[in-house]
């Protein structure tokens, strides 16, 4: 009807089918706005607990590429470096030192952080996990995960999980008891993400360190028995919104 009434009015130089094809077309594009609204709405709720996916939805809608492109050099005090080696070096000084160098310029303030901790009687100590609680949490793990340097797949270790859990539940026991964590569970693979500006500066990029599966999971286990010590005795600020489920 729109490109009809458009038509028409270039045919006849008729104000009144101009007219009328403005307001045909007016209410097309409020139709075709609300139904990307709504689509969009419904995309957002299938994916609001999946932040990978989230991020997914809105390059989507922004028409933005998924693909970063490959870093060929870096400005650094030395000048540029081109070499694949050199250029791993260099991120990964940069990035290992930026923590301690930013942290170098806050100010400690005047009070000390004991000053605001709530005091609590009971102590606090990891427990042993059980198999069901491994396999529950294997159970729970996302297909598409992200692969550590170990190069086993989420989806692995899931289907695997009826087996795998009585292993990986005394390890993680053993890992508790001993108090310490493998190394090859501390090792990730790091990608460098441009933020903003020249794609040349080092000071552009920051980190995405992704660790192993299994790593994840022991960590979602001590993360439970600290979380629950905290939450039961009051241990968190109610200003507190960061890394909390629903606040």
């Known amino acids: 009807e ?68 490959d870093i060929n050099s870096v400005k650094t005090q030395n000048g540029e470096i081109t070499d694949p080696n050199e250029l791993a070096e260099s991120f990964n000084d940069y990035f290992t030192n930026i923590g301690p160098d930013i942290a170098k310029t806050i100010h400690k303030g005047d009070r000390n952080f004991t000053d605001y901790i709530t005091r609590v009687t009971s102590n606090f100590k990891f427990q042993a996990v059980s198999e069901s609680k491994v396999h529950r949490l294997l159970l ?14 989420a989806k692995i270790i899931r289907i695997a999980s009826p087996v795998i859990a009585n292993f990986l539940a005394k390890i993680f026991n053993r890992a508790i008891t001993s108090e310490s964590v493998p190394s090859e569970w501390k090792a990730a693979r790091v990608t460098p993400l441009h933020k903003k500006g020249p794609r040349n500066l080092l000071n552009n990029y920051r980190p995405i360190s992704i660790l192993p599966v299994v790593s994840k999971v022991f960590e979602k286990v001590l993360y439970e028995q600290l979380h629950d010590y905290l939450v039961t005795n009051n241990l968190l600020s109610q200003h507190q919104f960061g890394f909390r489920r629903s606040h």
Do not use: M
Not at 29 to 35: P, S, V
Not at 140 to 153: F, H
């Open 140 to 153: 729970s793990l996302n297909p598409g995960k992200s692969t550590g340097i170990d190069k086993i797949p």
């Open 2 to 69: 729109r490109d009809r009434l458009k038509l028409l009015a270039i045919k006849y130089k008729s104000e009144n089918y101009w007219d009328a094809y403005k307001s045909s077309r007016n209410r097309i594009t409020d139709a075709l706005r609300e139904a990307k609204t709504a689509y969009y709405q419904v995309q957002f709720d299938r994916v609001k607990h999946d932040p990978k996916q989230a991020w997914k939805t809105v390059n989507k809608i922004l028409n933005r590429k998924q693909k970063c492109p």
